[in-house]
């Protein structure tokens, strides 16, 4: 048992946002380190990612929370819930968006981090962000004996100064610590996907669909809208799912009207709003589409698929195929294409991707290998054979 560290995770968005694999990833962290014994508490916004605005307190009930909502004169309220070992203090910022919120509430939010520090006293702060008023709350924490882990889950730190104000890094896949080790010289820890199975695995599947989460440019976007085009024209009793995010279904159908065709012409594709609980995405998933054009740091939604069973079919892009391991499939996208192409690809370029998508439509003994490679990649990404590389890596930066 390791000794009894305290933890403080510091977001500038809700912990929870189902919008973010960043946020999910750093509280599914600090729930492996309250389940091995650390004190950890969580102090954020309510500020999501998620293209549709929702009411935080009906979202965290409906995850079967107790929240409690308090207020003083000249703040705004703040929101306060227990959740798998972790005591959360969230500012709630009401539709203020990501980037919005500091201008209006970031005196307050300075008080909730100093008052936090006062009283809980953390060993660690563990958070991320590149914005002045994050580097400034990281400094005070250090000059206070605190050390600071940052969360590195994307390459958007990659200019000088994002990244001040840290003890240590700990990074969401090895291309990532990679990249930044070139780029700025720093030194980071990569480990792999944290997920929270109880989340995550569908008890029970029923695998029908192709599914494609967050049809965003950097997500594949103009990719996607031709491979759907294509297999709903070929083959339309192929069902297609599209899960919202920060991409919509209406940049969908306007990203397929600028290739010329109308992709709601065909019923067999569907369309979702975001979901509380990733399983509620993977219980009806066969396979999981990823054809990021942009630099992916990880692809948490790949490793979701894999403990699954769900074979993933990704692009060659960042740190997709290393999530991978070796149980999904890598199909190519020219390096020309990228997030700012303002139309779908031509058919040609999908090809390898439609080919994989009928054959494990419809090929069955194809298909069960496939989910079998899957899960057995999927392992890395269990709770027993992880948490305890988490716990050494904070128990070495607490020293």
Same mark, same amino acid.
């Given at each position: 048992?390791?000794?009894?560290?305290?933890?403080?995770?510091?977001?500038?968005?809700?912990?929870?946002?189902?919008?973010?694999?960043?946020?999910?990833?750093?509280?599914t962290?600090?729930?492996?380190?309250?389940?091995?014994?650390?004190?950890?508490?969580?102090?954020?916004?309510?500020?999501?990612?998620?293209a549709?605005?929702?009411?935080?307190?009906?979202?965290?009930?409906?995850?079967?929370?107790h929240?409690?909502?308090?207020?003083?004169?000249?703040?705004?309220?703040?929101?306060?819930?227990?959740?798998?070992?972790?005591?959360?203090?969230?500012?709630?910022?009401?539709?203020a968006?990501?980037?919005?919120?500091?201008?209006?509430?970031?005196?307050?939010?300075?008080?909730?981090?100093?008052?936090?520090?006062?009283?809980?006293?953390?060993?660690?702060?563990?958070? @991320?962000?590149?914005?002045? /008023?994050? *580097?400034? %709350? $990281? =400094?005070?924490?250090r000059?206070?004996? #605190?050390?600071?882990?940052? &969360?590195?889950?994307?390459?958007?730190?990659?200019?000088?100064?994002?990244?001040?104000?840290?003890?240590?890094?700990?990074?969401?896949?090895?291309?990532?610590?990679?990249?930044?080790g070139?780029?700025?010289?720093?030194?980071?820890?990569?480990?792999?996907?944290?997920?929270?199975?109880?989340?995550?695995?569908?008890?029970?599947?029923?695998?029908?669909?192709?599914?494609?989460?967050?049809?965003?440019?950097?997500?594949?976007?103009?990719? @996607?809208?031709?491979?759907? /085009?294509? *297999?709903s %024209? $070929? =083959?339309?009793?192929v069902?297609?799912? #599209?899960?919202?995010?920060? &991409?919509?279904?209406?940049?969908l159908?306007?990203a397929?009207?600028?290739?010329?065709?109308?992709?709601?012409?065909h019923?067999?594709?569907?369309?979702?709003?975001a979901?509380?609980?990733?399983?509620?995405?993977?219980a009806?998933?066969?396979?999981?589409?990823?054809?990021?054009?942009?630099?992916?740091a990880?692809?948490?939604?790949?490793?979701?698929?894999?403990?699954?069973?769900i074979?993933?079919?990704?692009?060659?892009?960042?740190?997709?195929?290393?999530?991978?391991?070796g149980?999904?499939?890598?199909?190519?996208?020219?390096?020309?294409?990228t997030?700012?192409?303002?139309?779908?690809?031509?058919?040609?370029?999908?090809?390898?991707?439609?080919?994989?998508?009928?054959?494990?439509?419809?090929?069955?003994?194809?298909?069960?290998?496939?989910?079998?490679r899957?899960?057995?990649?999927?392992?890395?990404?269990?709770?027993?054979?992880?948490?305890p590389?988490?716990?050494e890596?904070?128990?070495?930066?607490?020293?």
């Amino acid at each position: 048992m390791p000794s009894r560290l305290s933890l403080l995770l510091v977001l500038p968005q809700l912990p929870l946002d189902s919008g973010s694999g960043a946020a999910r990833s750093l509280t599914t962290i600090c729930e492996m380190a309250a389940g091995a014994g650390y004190r950890v508490r969580a102090l954020a916004t309510t500020a999501t990612e998620l293209a549709q605005k929702l009411d935080t307190v009906d979202y965290l009930r409906s995850l079967g929370l107790h929240v409690d909502r308090s207020r003083k004169p000249g703040e705004r309220p703040e929101l306060v819930f227990e959740s798998r070992g972790i005591s959360y203090r969230l500012l709630d910022t009401a539709q203020a968006p990501m980037m919005g919120w500091r201008k209006l509430y970031n005196r307050q939010f300075d008080l909730m981090f100093d008052r936090e520090l006062e009283r809980f006293q953390p060993d660690i702060v563990f958070t @991320y962000g590149g914005h002045p /008023e994050d *580097v400034r %709350r $990281r =400094r005070k924490a250090r000059r206070q004996g #605190v050390k600071v882990v940052f &969360g590195l889950r994307n390459l958007g730190y990659l200019a000088p100064g994002g990244l001040d104000e840290v003890d240590a890094i700990l990074a969401s896949s090895r291309f990532l610590a990679d990249r930044y080790g070139q780029v700025l010289g720093v030194e980071s820890t990569a480990l792999p996907l944290p997920l929270a199975m109880d989340d995550v695995i569908a008890t029970e599947r029923q695998p029908i669909f192709v599914t494609m989460i967050n049809p965003s440019p950097e997500k594949g976007l103009m990719v @996607y809208a031709r491979i759907a /085009e294509e *297999v709903s %024209r $070929r =083959r339309p009793q192929v069902a297609l799912l #599209v899960i919202e995010s920060r &991409g919509s279904a209406g940049r969908l159908a306007g990203a397929a009207l600028a290739g010329g065709f109308d992709l709601r012409r065909h019923q067999n594709i569907l369309v979702s709003s975001a979901v509380p609980l990733p399983k509620d995405i993977y219980a009806g998933t066969r396979v999981l589409l990823a054809p990021s054009v942009g630099e992916e740091a990880a692809g948490r939604v790949v490793a979701e698929a894999l403990v699954n069973g769900i074979p993933p079919i990704v692009s060659n892009r960042g740190g997709l195929a290393e999530v991978a391991n070796g149980g999904g499939f890598v199909a190519p996208i020219p390096p020309e294409i990228t997030p700012k192409t303002a139309a779908p690809v031509v058919a040609e370029i999908v090809e390898p991707w439609v080919d994989l998508i009928l054959r494990l439509t419809d090929d069955d003994a194809f298909y069960q290998e496939a989910s079998r490679r899957a899960l057995e990649a999927g392992r890395i990404y269990h709770r027993e054979a992880l948490a305890p590389r988490y716990l050494e890596f904070f128990e070495r930066v607490a020293g």
